[in-house]
């Protein structure tokens, strides 16, 4: 044995029953919050269902800093930072006492997932914190993020298509190529979720609609305006985001079939139920603004049936 190694701090290694009441702390979590996520987590084996749920649990806690309006947005940046350090030491095998940590260290290394996508997972719930908030009473002065489509698929890489990649790691796979594919099924969830959330981002003071779109269909950031929306006008823009949408859904066909077999139902559910959400936004002409659009219940039950009949043969 050498020197080095004979002085290397003991692992910390917990119970099962350690291990037992954290993932049923993230498991809570995951099915309070993750409100289309947590149906494909359902069709998946336990072990893996756990795995994402500390995954969702530890964005969760990430989200939930960020959005946190009580403090100010360095204030958010310096918790967030500490909140890292504290998953980096849990990741290090060092002992923690948060569940959420507990049972994302045993997923990270169950799994074999790098660190360095935890960390985009966290960098990525950040990535809003510089931008403009609304006053009390009137819409903040807004300004276009993203010049091109390009621009704003590197900000939907860090929010959704990292995601992607940690997710396949606990599905399981052996051909790279699953890689890209996961990644544009990230952005195909993420612009679904742009395209859901305008009028919500909007009140914040976030549109995330490149210029070179907005443009091409003749509009300027004032028609995205909630409070003089004209949809008729917008529809082009909305429609345009869709269609790259759809394409990107193909890529997540193609991906099911490249996870381990345990996994294809329950990846099938999550592509299937954010796929059917756009096509429910489509079919109301794009009206995200009356209310908010999402599948009700039953909608989702039915594709989590699905999901369950194709495991079960």
């Not at 310096?78 to 948060?98: F, G, N, Q, V, Y």
């Not at 403009?132 to 009473?137: D, L």
């Not at 860090?158 to 796979?173: N, P, R, T």
């Not at 079939?257 to 002409?285: C, F, H």
């Amino acid at each position: 044995m050498t020197a080095a190694a004979g002085n290397a701090p003991s692992q910390f290694s917990p119970t099962a029953s350690q291990l037992d009441m954290a993932y049923s702390v993230c498991r809570g979590i995951a099915r309070a919050a993750a409100k289309n996520f947590y149906y494909g987590f359902m069709v998946l084996p336990k072990p893996k269902r756990n795995g994402l749920s500390a995954v969702y649990a530890f964005m969760r806690r990430c989200d939930d800093i960020a959005d946190d309006s009580a403090m100010s947005v360095n204030d958010r940046q310096i918790k967030l930072a500490e909140w890292l350090d504290r998953a980096h030491h849990a990741l290090a095998s060092h002992p923690t006492d948060d569940p959420v940590l507990l049972a994302l260290a045993h997923t990270q290394r169950t799994y074999q997932i790098p660190v360095g996508l935890l960390d985009h997972l966290a960098f990525g719930t950040a990535a809003d914190l510089d931008e403009p908030q609304p006053g009390p009473s009137t819409e903040a002065p807004l300004a276009l993020r993203y010049r091109t489509f390009e621009e704003l698929q590197q900000y939907c890489y860090g929010v959704a298509s990292v995601v992607g990649l940690v997710c396949i790691k606990i599905f399981g796979y052996r051909d790279p190529a699953a890689e890209p594919l996961a990644e544009r099924c990230g952005l195909a969830f993420q612009l679904t979720n742009i395209i859901r959330d305008v009028k919500e981002d909007f009140a914040v003071g976030r549109v995330y609609f490149p210029q070179e779109d907005l443009e091409r269909c003749g509009l300027s950031i004032s028609d995205l305006s909630p409070s003089n929306i004209d949809l008729a006008r917008i529809r082009p823009l909305l429609q345009l985001e869709a269609e790259r949408a759809r394409e990107c859904y193909k890529s997540g066909e193609q991906l099911v079939p490249m996870v381990n077999e345990d996994s294809q139902p329950g990846l099938w559910v999550l592509i299937t139920i954010y796929r059917r959400l756009l096509e429910k936004i489509a079919a109301k002409q794009y009206d995200v603004f009356t209310e908010r659009v999402r599948l009700t219940v039953p909608e989702k039950l039915s594709v989590l049936g699905k999901g369950i009949l194709q495991r079960l043969v």
